[in-house]
Structure formats: C-alpha cells, structure tokens
C-alpha cells in the first residue's frame, strides 16, 4: 500500500481471476472511511472495484476483510516471511497473470506463517514449492540424464540447467554454474518437494551447514532463474536468524 493523496491510497492486491492488480481507494484514510479496518497488509478481502478500461488505476468501492491474520502483526519471524513472499511474488509474476494456484500457494503461506511463526527451512519449502507452481522446480531426485540417484557424497549441481548429473553420466565434462550440494541434502529437499505442507521443514533436522547450504542453493536458483534481487530476501533471512527475535531498534544488544 502506499498513499495518493492525503486521504487516499493504492492497493496492490492478488486476486485468484485477474492476478495482481492496483486498486485506488479513495477517502481510505479518512476518519470515517468505511475502508477503515478492513484493509492491511496480508489480509484475505472480498473487494469491489470497478474496472477501468481507460487509462488510470481501477476504484474500489466495497471491502471486507475474511482473514486478518492478525498474528503477522504480533511475530516478528512471521511477518518477515510475510512479507518477503508477498515481495517475491510480486516480482515473479507479470501485473494481471490470472493463476489460482499462485493465488492459493500464497494463502496457505500466509496461513501458515500466521498459525506456526517463520523459519529458515519453512521459507525454502515456501520458495521451492513457488518455482513447482511456476513450473521452474529444480530436479533433485535423480540424474537427469540417466535417472539414477547421487553416487557421490558431493553433487555438483548445475542452477542453470536445473539440475544435475552422477559422476558416470558427466564423464569428466565440466558442468555450468554449478554449485556442490551433499546428497543427503537433496535427499531432504527432493521428500519437501512431493509432499504439500510445509510441516516437513518444520520438523525436520537440519545442521547449520545443511542449513547454509539449503539457503545458498535456494538464494541461487531464486535469482538465476527469476531475475530478482537479492535484498528483500536477504532482509528475511537476516531477521529470522536473529536471537531473541526482536527488531533491532528496540534491542540495544542487537544494536
């Protein structure tokens, strides 16, 4: 959200038939708004807006909040997650794509933040699961040119291609942007992508190194294969890995 006027605002929404669109509210922050209350970060609405097919932003007229997910405003991690999936998806997807399946990938997550708090493995899930919706999931099981599993305790996985290849197939040829990944990291990841809650990654042990290496692989793949910037992700993970959980400037110790 951002303001237009001194009393009004535009609304960035996601919408399940007309994909992500800006609405103009107007009056909005007014005292009497009848918007008041109903509209505010990561909430689920029901919005009536008027269609413009001229130039300029879409009205809205009517707006009722169905989910406020109020606990994204009480969690620190939470919202941080929050926030860095509303920002990745705003960059991933073009302005009016119509996908139901975006739409409910980002409920669930907001959901599911809102209900168990934010993680660095539950951000992954969140964000491998985004690349199996666009149709950009990374192949981790198996060789792709052969279909067999790792024959090796160090992988090199290819982030341009996707994908990797065991020591039999690659036959000593080079392999492009790759990155070395423990095949008992793929393991994990490839059982996160076939199942549809993330309470795998929630419940499952990962060392700090997996847990490095799981952010630096997801990190890669995002930006190679989206051509997003890195920053907003990098803010995400820099409040999750903070102990206790707190925004530095109400932390002297953090400061």
């Known amino acids: 959200m951002h303001p237009f006027t001194e009393t009004s605002r535009v609304v960035t929404w996601l919408t399940p038939a007309n994909g ?3 609405t103009l509210l107007k009056g909005a922050l007014r005292p009497k708004s009848a918007f008041l209350g109903q509209v505010d970060l990561f909430y689920t609405c029901e919005l009536l807006y008027y269609a413009k097919l001229t130039d300029g932003l879409p009205i809205a007229r009517e707006c009722t909040a ?3 997910r109020t606990a994204l405003r009480e969690d620190w991690r939470a919202c941080a997650v929050a926030s860095y999936l509303c920002s990745l998806l705003a960059r991933a997807i073009p302005e009016k794509a119509s996908r139901q399946d975006i739409f409910d990938w980002l409920n669930a997550a907001l959901d599911d933040a809102a209900i168990h708090g934010g993680s660095i493995p539950v951000l992954c899930w969140q964000e491998l699961h985004l690349l199996k919706t666009l149709g950009l999931a990374p192949r981790l099981a198996t060789c792709r040119e052969c279909g067999g599993g790792p024959d090796e305790p160090n992988v090199p996985f290819s982030i341009a291609e ?3 290849r065991c020591s039999r197939c690659r036959a000593g040829t080079a392999t492009p942007n790759a990155i070395g990944i423990a095949a008992s990291l ?6 996160w992508m076939s199942v549809s809650s993330p309470m795998v990654a929630r419940t499952t042990r990962l060392s700090f190194e ?3 290496a799981l952010g630096r692989f997801a990190g890669l793949f995002l930006a190679h294969h989206l051509d997003i910037s890195p920053a907003p992700r990098a803010a995400a993970l820099d409040i999750l890995s903070r102990r206790p959980p707190r925004p530095v400037d109400q932390n002297v110790a953090l400061r």
Do not use: D, Y
């Open 20 to 22: 992500r669109i800006n």
């Open 210 to 212: 997996q847990r490095t």
């Open 186 to 191: 793929l393991e994990k990841l490839s059982g």
């Open 66 to 68: 169905l989910n406020a």
């Open 162 to 164: 996707g994908s990797w």
